[in-house]
């Protein structure tokens, strides 16, 4: 795969797409890091590779102005910044997580529906709650609203793939929230314990993980009635621009908020006061 993605850089250095592909593929192997089969951290090395994805990326977004090339160029610049905090918060905590996202230019944003997302996401989960998300998109969306733009600074938002796979970002978090059973029951013990509806259903069905439907998000642990936001109170502006622009972003978000919707009909208001009833699957 190395050998493939740097030939078609070589064969035409302005192949926007290919230095995208260059760039996903870094991020990729920075994301490899994290099964830890070395002995040894090498966080020097991590962020290495995470700095020629960045590399790569900006140099596609470049050659690639004004198209989808360059506005997925852009986002998964931002997620390499997320997966270098990902790295600093494993080594340092979630102190030096935000530091690594204060980093990042404030001329490089996620696209609106994005952040959009991000923002809609945790406004959702209870105070003081833990967030399990579900892929890249969702995952670096809740981390910039999170980290690099201050959101919501009572939550933890960690992917759940990476907590059933990655000990060693496990064990620093479990060491954060001062507990030691990594189960989502223990954790819904003394906090809300929040999924994604990232995820086709919520994780972990079991009788003694009970999940609660709420607007965006599946809830189970400790959550009081002041924590539940409204469902007509999520605002829908920048999807609504999205669809209407044809953005690059707009079907991934969409389905998701489609999975929310058949979860939670009572979404539907928020998403009939911006005219998205219909791409969303209201009736």
Known sequence: ??????????????????????????????????????????????????????????????????????????????????????????????????LAWHSLPESLRLPPVLEELGENLLRACPHQGILFTASDMDTQAAWYL?????????????????????????????????????????LGQTRAVCASMGFERAPEQRPEVKWTKRPLVWVSGKETKADRVPPQDFAFAALRLAVDEHQTWTAPVTELYRRAVSNMSGLCKAFETFELGNEVGCR
């Open 1 to 98: 795969m190395r050998a493939s993605v740097w030939a078609r850089v070589a064969a035409d250095s302005t192949d926007g797409a290919a230095w995208l592909d260059v760039g996903r593929y870094y991020l990729q192997l920075g994301a490899d890091y994290h099964a830890h089969k070395k002995p040894v951290v090498d966080t020097v090395l991590a962020h290495a590779i995470l700095d020629t994805a960045q590399q790569a990326l900006d140099r596609s977004a470049q050659l690639s102005t004004g198209t989808r090339t360059a506005d997925s160029a852009r986002v998964y610049r931002v997620y390499a910044v997320g997966e270098q905090a990902y790295v600093d918060w494993e080594s340092g905590g979630a102190a030096a997580a935000t």
């Open 146 to 186: 999170r980290f690099g733009r201050g959101l919501r600074p009572d939550l933890v938002v960690v992917p759940l793939d990476r907590w059933r796979t990655d000990s060693v970002l496990r064990n620093r978090v479990l060491r954060e929230l001062k507990t030691r059973d990594p189960s989502l029951r223990a």
